[in-house]
């Protein structure tokens, strides 16, 4: 089955500047590629996603690259704020399906 | 909408004991996904329904573990007899039909989580 891999585990940066977090994926029938935040005690929201056909997709601060060959896939946080701080979990899926998450990356914005 | 809609949010109960985790997904929404998440193994997909169907539930750990969709309503994970390593946050979620984008393929819509079952086994 799938194995997701993410890195780091945890994740400190001074307000205002970028935060990266990487994660691997190991079946290359996977295409579908979602980031969900999930803030202490709360649920995991969806904060940005890309498929396949794509390498790249931005959304205000936060975008995404995908390197199919590989495998591997990369959140980017810019001008970090202090509520940006939550987990960050990447998953890998085929055809949206199946999600396999990977461990999480615990993100502290220095005010 | 209220969202998916879990209970109960807490669970204390003893070794042994049955264990029933409930919940309504987003009305219209055709998938359903129970998910475990503990510090130790991250968030875990057990099983995950299409139209409630079960499609897939290779991620249940062992046979004490049970889910079942009677309707498009709602879905239960039952645990019996539960064991103290069954201690976790469980959450489901639910996901709109996927649809299709023109030319550029199918829309994989996004799941919507329910706010968890935080289950402790004594």
């Known amino acids: 089955g799938e194995n997701v891999e993410q890195h780091p585990s945890t994740l400190s940066v001074q307000e205002g500047d970028s935060a990266v977090i990487k994660c691997t994926y190991s079946?290359?029938?996977?295409?579908?590629f979602p980031w969900y935040k999930q803030e202490l005690g709360k649920r995991p929201q969806l904060i940005i996603d890309?498929?396949?056909?794509?390498g790249e997709k931005k959304d205000q601060r936060i975008a995404v690259t995908l390197n199919k060959t590989a495998k591997h896939f990369s959140l980017h946080i810019t001008e970090t704020q202090p509520e940006d701080s939550a987990v960050y979990f990447c998953?890998?899926?085929?055809?949206?399906?199946?999600?396999?998450f990977g461990t999480g990356t615990s993100l502290t914005v220095i005010p | 909408d209220a969202g998916v809609i879990q209970s109960p949010r807490h669970e204390v109960t003893e070794m042994g004991q049955e264990v029933t985790l409930r919940c309504k997904p987003i009305?219209?929404?055709?998938?359903l996904f129970w998910y475990r998440q503990t510090m130790m193994r991250g968030l875990e997909l057990l099983i995950y329904?299409?139209?409630?169907?079960?499609?897939?539930d290779s991620g249940m750990p062992e046979d004490r573990f049970s889910a079942k969709m009677p309707n498009a309503s709602f879905s239960t994970l039952k645990i019996q007899p539960s064991e103290p390593r069954d201690s976790a946050v469980y959450f489901c979620?639910?996901?709109?039909?996927?649809?299709?984008?023109?030319?550029?393929?199918?829309?994989?819509?996004?799941?919507?989580f329910g706010p968890g079952t935080r289950l402790t086994v004594l």
């Open positions: 998953a890998a899926s085929i055809n949206g399906n199946q999600f396999y």
């Open positions: 890309i498929r396949s056909n794509v």
């Open positions: 009305s219209g929404h055709n998938s």
């Open positions: 079946d290359s029938a996977s295409n579908y």
């Open positions: 979620a639910s996901r709109p039909r996927t649809g299709r984008e023109g030319a550029g393929g199918p829309v994989y819509n996004e799941q919507f």
């Open positions: 329904f299409n139209n409630n169907v079960p499609i897939d």
